[in-house]
C-alpha cells in the first residue's frame, strides 16, 4: 500500500494525519498516511531506508532546515527560507524539497480577513527560527512593509534573520526585555504572528503586553489549544486564527504535490473541526 509520513519530534500531537487521510478517501486513494518520530541529525539516514511505497513526507521541526540540506533538489521558497517542510521522493533515490509553510500562512490569513489586506500593513513574528522565516515571505507576499522580529536577543543570528537578508527584506529586530520597543510594534501592528513552541509561551511577559485589538493574530502551534499565546490575543480583542488553519492549506498543497491530484480545502475543513472539537 501507498502511504506518507510526517516526520518530526515529538510528533503525536500532529494533526496532519487527519488532512491527509480525509484527503485520499475524498480522491478515492487506497494510501495511508502516519507520524513518525524522527530525531534531529538522523533524517538523512531516514530518507537513504526509505522504501518504494512512500510517497512523499511531511516535514516538521525541528527537522525543516535538515530536510533543506538533505533534499537534493529545492523550490524557489525552500531555498529563500531556509526550510523545508514537504519532501517528494525523486529518481534514483534522489528527494525534491518544497516549502509549503508560506502557502498555509497566506491562505489562513486570506481566510481569516477575506478582502481586508492593505498593501503596506505592518507585521509582527514572534520567534526568528524556520517558521518564522517563512512568515516573513507570506508576510510580504500579503503586501505588509514593516515587519518586525521579536524573539529573545538582538543577535539576529536566527534562521528568520537570515532569510531576510536572501530576501532583501528591511526587518526590525526587537528583543522580548527590550518591554517599550516591543509594546510599540504590538500596538500598531495589523498581522501578528507566533512561532514560538507551545511549551515555551508561558516563559514570555506577557502580562504588560497588549496588542493591537484590531490586529489579526495567527499562532502556528496549536496543541493544546488555546495556546497561552491564543488566549492572551483573544484577551486583548484581536483576531485570532488557530494553527490548524495554517496546517490546512499548506497540508492541501502538499497533498497535490504527493499525488498530483487538487483539493478543495473547504471540503476537508469539516473533518479537521469534527477531529479538533472531538479531542477538546
Aim: proline fraction near 5%; charged fraction near 15%.
Amino acid at each position: 500500500m501507498s502511504y506518507c509520513l510526517v516526520l518530526g519530534d515529538p510528533i503525536s500531537h500532529s494533526l496532519s494525519p487527519v488532512i491527509h487521510l480525509a484527503a485520499y478517501r475524498e480522491l478515492g486513494l487506497n494510501w495511508d498516511f502516519r507520524r513518525q518520530r524522527v530525531r534531529l541529525g538522523t533524517l538523512k539516514a531516514f530518507l537513504a531506508a526509505a522504501d518504494s511505497q512512500l510517497r512523499g513526507l511531511a516535514v516538521t521541526m525541528p527537522l525543516k532546515p535538515e530536510a533543506l540540506q538533505a533534499a537534493t533538489f529545492a523550490d524557489g521558497l525552500a531555498k529563500v527560507t531556509g526550510a523545508v517542510n514537504t519532501l517528494v521522493p525523486a529518481a534514483g533515490g534522489d528527494w525534491t524539497g518544497f516549502n509549503t509553510d508560506v502557502r498555509g500562512i497566506v491562505e489562513a490569513f486570506r481566510h481569516a480577513v477575506a478582502a481586508n489586506l492593505e498593501t503596506g500593513s505592518s507585521a509582527v513574528i514572534f520567534g526568528s527560527g524556520s517558521t518564522a522565516a517563512s512568515a516573513l515571505a507570506a508576510f510580504t507576499e500579503l503586501g505588509s512593509t514593516e515587519l518586525t522580529v521579536i524573539s529573545r536577543t538582538t543577535t539576529q543570528t536566527g534562521a528568520a534573520f537570515r532569510a531576510a537578508q536572501r530576501m532583501g527584506l528591511s526587518v526590525r529586530a526587537v528583543a522580548w526585555h527590550q518591554a517599550e520597543d516591543v509594546d510599540r510594534a504590538l500596538s500598531s501592528a495589523e498581522l501578528v504572528m507566533s512561532t514560538v513552541p507551545a511549551p515555551f509561551q508561558d516563559a514570555l511577559p506577557l502580562a504588560q503586553l497588549r496588542i493591537n485589538p484590531h490586529a489579526v493574530f495567527l499562532d502556528a502551534a496549536y496543541a493544546p489549544w488555546p495556546t497561552t499565546l491564543a488566549s492572551w490575543a483573544g484577551a486583548c480583542g484581536a483576531q485570532v486564527i488557530p494553527g490548524w488553519e495554517m496546517l490546512l492549506h499548506q497540508g492541501v498543497a502538499q497533498v497535490k504535490l504527493f499525488t498530483g491530484q487538487e483539493i478543495n480545502v473547504a471540503i476537508l475543513r469539516p473533518a479537521l473541526l469534527k477531529y479538533v472539537n472531538s479531542a477538546d
